[in-house]
């Protein structure tokens, strides 16, 4: 019987070494890229409907809050990056008769205008369409930035 003997290239060796030495960098640069993508069509989406109802004006606070979160792992261990709403919102208060009270959150208010309210206004989804739309998008934004990362080990 015929054999082979395969010999691991020292090159190729330190790489690997340089690469589980540098894992978490890489991650959060690839799901950086990717969450960029989805935050962009996010807040495409978002402008395309703020102050459309006839209940809403734009100020500008909750499209400006609009961002991505620093790479976290979750419970499982997985390691993510959150496109979201950046709290608090300015200082408000509404004066109703002789009480006031807080504004709502920039969270609360993204949700009415995502799922609408009851009788009151019609849904305006903007993340999750941003999230089905930008899908393919944001892989190939990952992947492009991980053999960015493992071509300059």
């Known amino acids: 019987m015929a054999t082979a003997k395969v010999i691991f290239p020292d090159e190729l060796a330190a790489k690997i070494a340089k690469l589980a030495e540098r894992t978490d960098e890489i991650s959060e640069k690839a799901l950086k890229a990717g969450g960029e993508v989805v935050l962009g069509a996010a807040k495409r989406n978002l402008a395309a409907v703020i102050g459309k109802t006839k209940y809403s004006r734009s100020t500008g606070e909750l499209l400006s809050s609009l961002g991505l979160s620093p790479m976290k792992i979750d419970r499982d261990g997985n390691p993510n990056v959150r496109v979201g709403f950046n709290e608090p919102r300015r200082k408000q208060t509404a004066a109703k008769g002789k009480r006031s009270y807080h504004v709502a959150t920039n969270a609360m208010i993204a ?34 930035a991980f053999e960015r990362e493992i071509g300059n080990l």
């Open 111 to 144: 949700n009415v205008i995502e799922y609408g309210r009851h009788g009151k206004q019609s849904p305006k989804p903007f993340m999750k369409p941003a999230q089905s739309s930008s899908k393919s998008t944001c892989k190939a934004a990952m992947i492009a």
